[in-house]
Structure formats: structure tokens, C-alpha cells
């Protein structure tokens, strides 16, 4: 089967402001001919199946918790799951004093759509952050950026509606799909930011991603080095919510 090429990370400026760019031959762009959608959708719900029977039982797990929601990057695609960054956030913040669970609610190949299905098994038990990280998975499929807006939107107010507190971190689109789309598609998670006043990274993958020595030979997933880097800077992301985790449970 020949594959059409991977998507790699590059920053194109500063600021944040980050883009896609093709660099290679992998199995997550489409195969050419007419199969390729048939074998990317069955590749993922096989993952997604597989991870959800061995996801951890929810009603076993005690409070507080922080839950990362997320896809293959949050799931640690090739990675022992201690070495995905919700387990070295776990250690991190256990190491700080906060008797905290971080819960790794990721799925490889899951799009917003596929995590607002999710989201309310993910906020069951005493939820104090919700650490939602999307949305690639749809840029990869040139899905319509209406639709993850609406997608992430539902899942922020439905945790807002639990009460727990939401971190959102932003994701980028492949460019083949065109510059308005990509900007469009940037622009979403800035702007439900701001509508409802969470706390956002503008990037999941900063200082990670394009580096070929932080990720893995696809080039899109971290190494166990760069999972460090990642959950480095969701540290630094959630620092304003950790206050969360000593109140009185909602």
C-alpha cells in the first residue's frame, strides 16, 4: 500500500503561532486509491476498542482527580503509559503535595466527536480538572471546523456543568487542506477560550513538535523525552487550577 506522507510539526513564528508541514512517509495520511478512508477508520476504532477495555473502571477512583481527555498524543502512542505525560503530571503534582489522580482518558485515533461520546464517562467521580486535548485527529481528516467547535464546546460546558475546571490545549491543522481552513481551525480554540474563560495552551506540542530527536520515527509522536517536555508545560498550563484540588469537594 503507498502511503501518501506523515504530518510533522514546524513553528513558523513567534508567539505561538504554529502551522503543518508534510515531511515524510508514515501510515497516518490516506493510502492512495479509494481504500484508504475504509483502513484509517478501521485502524482506529480497532485502538480505540482495544484502550477503552483497558481504560481504568471510573467508580474505582477516588478524588480529586484530573482527567486529560485526549487522543493517541495524550494516550502515549508507543509509549509505556508511565511514560505519557497525564502519568509524569501525576508525579509532578504528588510530588508538589497534592494527593491527586490523573486519569488518562486518551484514545489513539479519537476525534472531538469520538471525546464528546466519552465525556461523560470521563467526568464521572470527583472531577476537579478537566484537561481537554482534541481536536487533531479532526485537522488530519479535514473534518469541518464548525463541527469540533460545536464538539469542544459541548464538552467545556458539560464540565463546567459538573464543576470541574477546564484546561483546553490547542491543536494545528495539516496545511494541505488550505490556509483559510488551517486558520480557521487555530482560531477555534482561542476563541472558546475566551468565550468561556478557561485556561488555554495554545499548543499542545510546543517546543516538541518538527524536533526529529523528541518524537518518535512517524515524527508526530513524542518520545518518552518529549512527553516529559509536554507534560513540563501542561504543569505550567494548569498552575492556575491547581487551587482546585484542596477545596471542599463539589
Same mark, same amino acid.
Given at each position: 500500500?503507498?502511503?501518501?506522507? %506523515? &504530518? ?67 494516550? *502515549?502512542?508507543?509509549?509505556?503509559? *508511565?511514560?505519557?505525560? =497525564? ?21 489513539? *485515533? ?18 476537579? &480538572?478537566? &484537561? %481537554? ?40 491543522? =495539516? ?36 524536533? =526529529? ?5 512517524? *515524527? ?8 516529559? %517536555? ?12 491547581? =487551587? ?7
Amino acid at each position: 500500500m503507498q502511503i501518501l506522507g %506523515i &504530518i510533522g510539526f514546524v513553528t513558523l513564528a513567534s508567539r505561538h503561532v504554529l502551522t503543518l508541514t508534510v515531511v515524510g512517509c508514515a501510515t497516518l495520511m490516506l493510502a492512495c486509491g479509494g481504500a484508504g478512508d475504509d483502513v484509517v477508520e478501521r485502524t482506529q476504532t480497532l485502538s480505540a476498542r482495544d484502550e477503552m477495555a483497558a481504560a481504568p473502571v471510573r467508580s474505582d477512583l477516588s478524588g480529586p482527580l484530573v482527567v486529560a481527555l485526549g487522543d493517541s498524543l495524550t494516550a *502515549g502512542l508507543g509509549l509505556d503509559i *508511565g511514560e505519557a505525560y =497525564p502519568a509524569l503530571l501525576e508525579r509532578r503534582l504528588r510530588a508538589d503535595g497534592y494527593e491527586v489522580t490523573v486519569v488518562n482518558a486518551g484514545v489513539s *485515533g479519537d476525534t472531538t466527536a469520538a471525546g464528546l461520546s466519552r465525556a461523560e464517562w470521563a467526568l464521572e467521580g470527583d472531577v476537579r &480538572i478537566l &484537561i %481537554i486535548a482534541l481536536g487533531g485527529n479532526d485537522g488530519l481528516r479535514g473534518l469541518p471546523v464548525t463541527q469540533m467547535k460545536r464538539n469542544l464546546n459541548a464538552i467545556i460546558a458539560l464540565a463546567r456543568d459538573r464543576g470541574a475546571s477546564v484546561l483546553l490545549a490547542g491543536m494545528e491543522a =495539516p496545511p494541505n487542506f488550505g490556509a483559510t481552513y488551517t486558520d480557521q481551525f487555530r482560531a477555534v480554540f482561542s476563541e472558546l477560550a475566551d468565550d468561556h474563560e478557561v485556561v488555554f495552551m495554545p499548543f499542545l506540542l510546543e517546543g516538541v513538535a518538527a524536533d =526529529p530527536t523528541l518524537n518518535q520515527a512517524d *515524527g508526530v509522536h513524542p518520545t518518552a523525552e518529549g512527553a516529559a %517536555i509536554v507534560a513540563q508545560h501542561v504543569y505550567g498550563a494548569v498552575q492556575p487550577l491547581l =487551587p482546585t484540588l484542596t477545596s471542599t469537594p463539589h
